[in-house]
């Protein structure tokens, strides 16, 4: 049974940065590419980066770029997102999945940009 459980997210001010992690449980994880997903309120969920299972490849939305990094830690079966620069229009739910095939998916970690 596949087990994602996202954390990291909180309240930040534009400008500021954030790092979210998760823990993944469940599957065989070091054969899988992962990536992070976002939906915002009222928007279809967005993908944001994805990893390969290796961590050689990966790759970000154009909107993000610059500012947002993945990466992974197959010992011990976490994918982070490295976040900097937020803007107001980065609030969303941040998850992460399966990529390029999603699993079920986790609760989210939510991400607030305010001043």
């Known amino acids: 049974q596949v087990q994602l459980v996202e954390s990291g997210g909180g309240l930040v001010q534009p400008g500021g940065s954030l790092r979210l992690s998760c823990a993944a449980n469940g599957f065989r994880f070091l054969i899988e590419g992962m990536a992070w997903y976002r939906q915002a309120p009222g928007k279809e969920r967005e993908l944001v980066a994805h990893?390969?299972?290796?961590?050689?490849?990966?790759n970000v939305a154009d909107s993000v770029k610059g500012r947002f990094d993945i990466s992974r830690e197959n010992a011990k079966r976490t994918v982070v997102l490295q976040m900097a620069t937020l803007k107001p229009e980065d609030t969303a739910m941040y998850y992460c999945?399966?990529?390029?095939?999603?699993?079920?998916w986790g609760q989210g970690t939510q991400v607030t940009v305010s001043s």
């Open positions: 990893i390969s299972y290796d961590g050689l490849i990966t």
């Open positions: 999945n399966t990529w390029p095939r999603a699993s079920s």
